[in-house]
């Protein structure tokens, strides 16, 4: 892991401060970024600005998938149906029932208030996080999981697969379970931004990768691929993330001062769903008898989210000061720790499995 992935909470929890002291010293700057947009039928679409820094965050991912992986898949079905299931049957129901139960229920009076989304419509605040919950759901990762499935010592071959697959099936699902799930939330689905989100957040990166990996494996080579283009672009992916995570931050650090449990409030459901899909797919992984090189990543895919796709997807549905917005961001805030925790467990419990 680099020194970013490692202590990504103590960056994310610096950004927060960093983006709450830029919101009172400079109130109008991200208003006037955010407000450099697309414009369709007279609303704001696409925030210029933001969509070059979410752009630059995604892209990055997209270009270390191999494809060509996609086609191992067939040699060993069962890890790869086990993962597909969880991640798009389970998975995004179970987020918003969590969320709904915690937000909408148990902490719904400690989220007093409403707020105005980005189409004009005003809608109560415990909604709009359940909202940005329901789209951490729906965005398996597809980047840290690398991580986490190398760290638990897992099948990477398995995981490669999967980071490909999950990338092609948020072309066809996310849109669609997205504009469910947030319209079960009694939220405004703008499906045409909707859809938009998809083919600029999820599509256009993922061409840009794929093509552009195409391109430099075949001049450069893929030591020079490997060892130069990438080490040069990981700093562009985090100064991107970073930038995006302070503007988030300079809008939200009145609700932030005037409620500073709101993020705990926000963490608590989304680190319930994270244990619960990973005790799911762990518990599942061992009923069907698959080795803990395929268990391991099948659990750790499941339970870590895609927070760049979540959060970019929030900023244009909702809007960069939305409380979607900061749900996403909150994703973002408990990953590593959780997600070490379980690595650890699972380097804990090889012996409930066989090794392939």
Not at 86 to 111: E, H, R, S
Not at 195 to 218: D, E, H, N, Q, T
Request: hydrophobic content about 55%.
């Amino acid at each position: 892991m680099s020194v970013f992935e490692r202590h990504l909470t103590l960056w994310v929890g610096l950004c927060i401060l960093a983006g709450i002291g830029l919101g009172k010293v400079a109130p109008g700057l991200a208003e006037t970024l955010d407000g450099m947009a697309i414009y369709v039928n007279g609303a704001p679409v696409v925030s210029i600005p933001i969509a070059i820094c979410l752009f630059f965050m995604m892209y990055p991912i997209m270009v270390k998938i191999d494809f060509g992986e996609v086609v191992q898949a067939s040699r060993n079905p069962k890890p790869v149906a086990l993962t597909l299931i969880v991640n798009w049957a389970i998975k995004p129901f179970t987020m918003l029932a969590i969320a709904t139960l915690f937000l909408g229920l148990f902490f719904k009076g400690l989220l007093p208030g409403t707020e105005i989304v980005k189409d004009g419509t005003e809608v109560e605040l415990y909604r709009s996080y359940i909202s940005g919950a329901i789209l951490l759901g729906i965005a398996p990762c597809t980047a840290m999981v690398l991580v986490w499935g190398y760290l638990a010592r897992g099948n990477q071959g398995h995981t490669l697969v999967m980071v490909a697959i999950n990338s092609l099936a948020m072309l066809l699902l996310y849109g669609v379970l997205g504009g469910w799930l947030l319209g079960v939330n009694r939220m405004p689905v703008p499906w045409q931004a909707l859809l938009l989100s998809v083919a600029i957040y999820v599509a256009l990166p993922l061409a840009a990768g794929y093509l552009s990996r195409l391109w430099i494996m075949k001049t450069k080579g893929k030591e020079w691929f490997a060892e130069k283009f990438l080490h040069y672009l990981t700093p562009v992916s985090i100064i991107a993330l970073l930038a995006t995570l302070v503007l988030l931050f300079s809008f939200k650090g009145d609700t932030i001062l005037e409620n500073p449990l709101t993020i705990l409030w926000i963490a608590i459901p989304l680190t319930v769903q994270t244990l619960f899909v990973f005790a799911l797919t762990y518990g599942l992984a061992r009923w069907l008898k698959l080795s803990y090189e395929d268990a391991a990543p099948a659990a750790m895919i499941g339970a870590s989210n895609h927070f760049e796709v979540a959060i970019a997807t929030a900023v244009m549905l909702f809007g960069l000061s939305s409380g979607a917005a900061l749900a996403t961001v909150v994703g973002v805030l408990i990953e590593v720790p959780l997600m070490l925790m379980l690595v650890r467990f699972c380097m804990r419990t090889q012996h409930w499995f066989s090794h392939s």
